[in-house]
């Protein structure tokens, strides 16, 4: 019996890696199952047939209760969890107990306002940040445009332009040059003006601008600042909102540019010392 024991635990012990080996075997073609089935039903089965009417009333309170919605979208998802912005952006706001947020995926929150003037509220004190990272918040309405989802409202403070040619349709004249002019804060008959300021419908899409010659003159540059209100974090390199230096493909762009130059400094015998 003893012999008959020691037999069975040998064999056991040399079959069990074959044995975990095929149960890995096993785990991995049911993930393949469960992926081939999941793809599966987005095929157009049923595409055809008749179409389901839905009670108008019941559409109608679907659409009242969630008629003063914002769409918030992060710019920076690997910097801005979604639950997270759910949880904490109605504590920055102040309406904890007068709003409800609901994950939409996609880099996307929607958050439900009981009133339209909570709504209003929030959008008067944009732009949005999470995580120091910018958001942009729009009033949520049927067939909203992905272009218009990227846009933030930037005010941006204009210095440098020449007193003589201080005007309100200067103003106007140099907004359009950034993107489309929302908004104008200037005064013609203030007595003082360190700068002006001009709100842009700003595409996150769009590389930021600090700085830029403008022609008052033909042929005579002069340099215009431009200060964005309210920006949080941006890349430093590119201008971009959606990553920092560290993740700018201009970094890599250069790194592999400064190592193929020293390759072929190293390479060439007639390169100057």
């Not at 107990?97 to 958050?111: I, T």
């Not at 910018?134 to 005010?155: A, C, Q, R």
Request: hydrophobic share 40%; with cysteine.
């Amino acid at each position: 019996n003893f012999y008959l024991y020691v037999g069975f635990l040998t064999s056991f012990f040399t079959f069990y890696p074959s044995f975990n080996l095929c149960s890995g075997i096993t785990q991995s073609n049911n993930n393949m199952s469960d992926y081939v089935r999941k793809s599966l039903q987005n095929l157009d089965l049923g595409i055809n047939d008749e179409p389901v009417p839905l009670p108008s009333d019941l559409c109608g309170r679907a659409v009242n209760a969630n008629r003063f919605s914002l769409i918030v979208s992060v710019v920076n998802p690997k910097k801005q969890n979604l639950r997270a912005i759910v949880n904490q952006m109605l504590k920055i706001w102040g309406f904890v107990d007068d709003c409800r947020g609901r994950v939409l995926g996609d880099g996307r929150v929607l958050f439900i306002f009981k009133s339209e003037e909570s709504m209003n509220l929030v959008l008067r004190r944009g732009p949005s940040a999470f995580n120091e990272w910018m958001l942009t918040v729009h009033k949520w309405y049927p067939n909203i445009s992905e272009d218009g989802m990227k846009i933030i409202p930037f005010w941006i403070q204009i210095k440098g332009i020449p007193i003589m040619y201080l005007s309100t349709a200067m103003v106007n004249c140099i907004g359009d040059n950034l993107g489309h002019v929302a908004g104008v804060d200037f005064d013609e008959n203030v007595n003082w003006v360190e700068f002006v300021r001009v709100c842009i419908n700003w595409s996150i899409d769009s590389p930021l601008r600090f700085q830029r010659n403008f022609q008052f003159v033909a042929g005579e540059n002069t340099i215009l600042k431009f200060r964005f209100e309210r920006l949080r974090n941006f890349c430093s390199r590119c201008g971009s909102l959606k990553h920092d230096a560290k993740e700018c493909e201009m970094e890599f762009m250069d790194a592999a540019a400064e190592e193929d130059d020293n390759g072929d400094h190293e390479d060439n015998p007639n390169a100057d010392n």
